[in-house]
Nanobody, 114 residues
Framework: QVQLVESGGGLVQPGGSLRLSCAAS????????MGWYRQAPGKERELVAS???????NYKDSVKGRFTISRDNPENTLYLQMNSLKPEDTAVYYC????????WGQGTQVTVSS
């Protein structure tokens, strides 16, 4: 059974940084493309960054140059380094398979506010 556990969120001021982690189990992590999704209040869930099994990355335009996705295959862990955070980055962040999400984890709340 696939299990995804996100962590690392919190409250940060505009311009600050956070590093999110996602521990994956129940899947062959290394062969899967993975991504970070987010859902802001009243909005649809959206994909913000993805990484293939060959470590190619792709980003939503609004986070390019500020967010960096990475993966540690031996540790079955996905990361999202978020710098220069803006209030519009406030959302619950989830990790999941790309392009077809599996069971969702509980997510981790990121709040950017002064």
């Amino acid at each position: 059974q696939v299990q995804l556990v996100e962590s690392g969120g919190g409250l940060v001021q505009p311009g600050g940084s956070l590093r999110l982690s996602c521990a994956a189990s129940g899947m062959i992590f290394s062969i899967n493309a993975m991504g970070w999704y987010r859902q802001a209040p009243g909005k649809e869930r959206e994909l913000v960054a993805s990484i293939t099994r060959s470590f190619s990355t792709n980003y939503k335009d609004s986070v390019k140059g500020r967010f960096t996705i990475s993966r540690d295959n031996p540790e079955n862990t996905l990361y999202l380094q978020m710098n220069s955070l803006k209030p519009e980055d406030t959302a619950v962040y989830y990790c999941n398979h790309v392009p077809y999400p599996l069971t969702w984890g509980q997510g981790t709340q990121v709040t950017v506010s002064s």
